[in-house]
């Protein structure tokens, strides 16, 4: 069965970074869509980057400059940097990888930026 698994969010100060990383297994990321989305208390859920099967990166205009999607294909995961953190950036973050139709969420990590 597919499953993804979050790690790397935490407390961090504003203006401070942290590197999500969210590992899948059941899907390989290198010929799928994979991004990550977050959702914040009381909010929608939305899109934060997502990952293309053909490498193409794209940004939600909140994060665009600061945050950067990657993957290594080798270990099957994928990464979110985020720098220049604000307390808007405050949120559960999500994996997500889509194939056939359907889409696969991981569990969320934990990001709090104070100020």
């Known amino acids: 069965q597919v499953q993804l698994v979050e790690s790397g969010g935490g407390l961090v100060q504003a203006g401070g970074s942290l590197r999500l990383s969210c590992t899948a297994s059941g899907i390989i990321f290198s010929i799928n869509a994979a991004g990550w989305y977050r959702q914040a208390p009381g909010k929608s859920r939305e899109l934060v980057a997502m990952f293309s099967s053909g490498g193409s990166r794209s940004y939600a205009d909140s994060v665009k400059g600061r945050a950067t999607i990657s993957r290594d294909n080798a270990k099957n995961t994928v990464y979110l940097q985020m720098n220049s953190l604000k307390p808007e950036d405050t949120a559960v973050y999500y994996c997500?990888?889509?194939?056939?139709?359907?889409?696969?969420w991981g569990r969320g990590t934990q990001v709090t930026v104070s100020s």
């Open positions: 997500i990888a889509s194939r056939s139709g359907r889409n696969y």
